[in-house]
Every structure is written in structure tokens, then in C-alpha cells.
């Protein structure tokens, strides 16, 4: 079980990508066809990366779609496993087949 938070994508969009190459939130709304509101919201976390999206940013800031899905699947693994509901399903589940 990951203790801390894995980075997510938003956060690696805005520090890894944008600001060191001053790409403001405008240009990439401009450049991918998005609204400028549904960049913001990528960057702040409040809309998750889709495999459209993955590809989108993979091929306007030329990384792989992989890239994205996968920060995006760790944040989402993390945050369920973080949830009330999460832990106590999980405690008082038995393994079906072999341990995991």
C-alpha cells in the first residue's frame, strides 16, 4: 500500500510541463482545441486525465499517452484506497483465490 501520495497529473502538467516552458493555460486550451476552463480544472486535480486526454497531451507536449494514464491510475488507486469505504470493505474481505 503507497503511504504517500503519488504525484498527480495536474500538478505534473503544471510543474514539469508549462511553467518551464512558460506555455500558459491559455495556449494549451488554444493549441488542444479544449476550453480554457477545462485546462484549469486538469491542472487543479478537478477533472480526471481520460485516454483522449492522454493522447491530446501526449502528442501537443511530445510524451506518451502511457505517461498520463499512469499518473492518473496511481492518483485514483491512492484516493480509493485512502477512503473510509475503501478500508473498511477491504478489512472484512477474504481472499477467493491465493493471496494477492
Known sequence: MMNVRPEVPGDVLTSQFLRPNKITQTM????????RKHVNQLCRGKVAITPESALVLGRVLSTKPEFWLKLQRDAD????????????????????????
Open 28 to 35: 494549451l486550451a488554444e493549441t488542444t482545441g479544449w476550453t
Open 77 to 100: 488507486l491512492w484516493e480509493a484506497m485512502q477512503s473510509e469505504l475503501g478500508r473498511g470493505r477491504l478489512r472484512n474481505m477474504q481472499p477467493l483465490v491465493g493471496a494477492a
